[in-house]
């Protein structure tokens, strides 16, 4: 089935706004690699703000469906998988195209937590504890709500090493650490 122009737009536009950032692309920069125009843009989309947060929802669709395909690839028990995440994190880093963590940028662009876009990227975090959570539990953590967090927070620190290229291997040193929390919480 063919792609929408709306769907064509946001596929399109998500590379753009993940090198560039959303403030610093403007809609003639997206006219302009997208090919698509400002006209057909605004048919689908009021504002620039629509389209990022369209956007927006499109990578967290895409990335986490990735992320859990790569983990349930693995075919690893659950306690093993926790540690895996960091393993599929590192493949993540070694990409090309790897320019940190849209999320991230989108919600210190727009600080507002008020705004759909931050709303948007905290709700992609929410997601990706609440799965980190049903692992945990699946894996008989004591806290699986802490070790869920913990994490997600390793996670977090790791893409942000990555990205800013201060860590030679923040994926690894992140395994490292999740596997002492994992010890820690999950009886042998």
């Given at each position: ?39 057909t843009m605004f048919k689908h989309f009021r504002t620039k703000d ?93 806290d699986p709500d802490l070790l869920a967090r913990q994490l997600l ?36």
């Open positions: 089935m063919r792609p929408s122009k709306r769907d064509e737009l946001v596929r399109k536009a998500l590379p753009i706004f993940y090198r560039e950032g959303f403030h610093a692309t403007g809609m003639d920069a997206l006219v302009a690699e997208t090919g698509i125009s400002k006209t629509e389209l990022i947060l369209a956007v927006l929802r499109y990578r967290d669709e895409t990335f986490r469906n990735w992320f859990f395909r790569k983990l349930d690839d693995t075919a690893l028990p659950p306690k093993e998988r926790l540690a895996a995440i960091f393993d599929i994190l590192e493949e993540w880093f070694e990409e090309p195209a790897f320019k940190g963590c849209m999320f991230i940028k989108a919600s210190s662009e727009f600080q507002d937590p008020d705004h759909p876009a931050y709303a948007q990227s905290a709700e992609h975090k929410r997601l990706l504890q609440t799965a980190f959570r049903s692992i945990c539990a699946d894996a008989g953590a004591h927070i390793l996670k977090e620190g790791a893409i942000v090493a990555a990205h800013m290229g201060f860590d030679p291997e923040p994926a690894a040193i992140a395994k490292a650490t999740a596997e002492q929390l994992i010890a820690n919480q999950i009886d042998v």
